[in-house]
């Protein structure tokens, strides 16, 4: 239970770290990041691209399997976005740990957001 209290917590930094994007660059510039704020939307293409494109399509404009993600962020929130990647409905694969570590969730994220 502490595993997942932690989990959301990161998940509500993260969302609130998108809300003021500034401090986020300066602390990767500065090597003063944490891991919510070292979030790669260039990582998270390459994750994508190896767990999510092959039934979300590439770039996310979707697939036989997987819905289109292209403008979700106009949907869905930072973390409803990671929730739906940690703990998906079917037929979406659990990909995360066992896939994904916990970092390629915050990437994936944050490329899935600008989709």
Partial sequence: MPERVARVLCLLA???LCACGSRSAHAVASGTAT????ASVGRGR???????AVCHGA????????PA???IAKR????QIAAAISDPSPPM???EPAEMSQQDL???TAYVQQL
């Fill in 93 to 95: 694969p659990k990909l």
């Fill in 14 to 16: 993260f969302a609130a």
């Fill in 59 to 66: 770039g996310g404009a979707g697939g036989q399997i997987g």
């Fill in 76 to 79: 869905r929130t930072a973390d």
């Fill in 46 to 52: 390459g994750v994508f691209a190896q767990q999510c």
């Fill in 35 to 38: 891991p919510l704020e070292s």
């Fill in 69 to 71: 993600l292209r403008g």
């Fill in 106 to 108: 915050l990437d994936v």
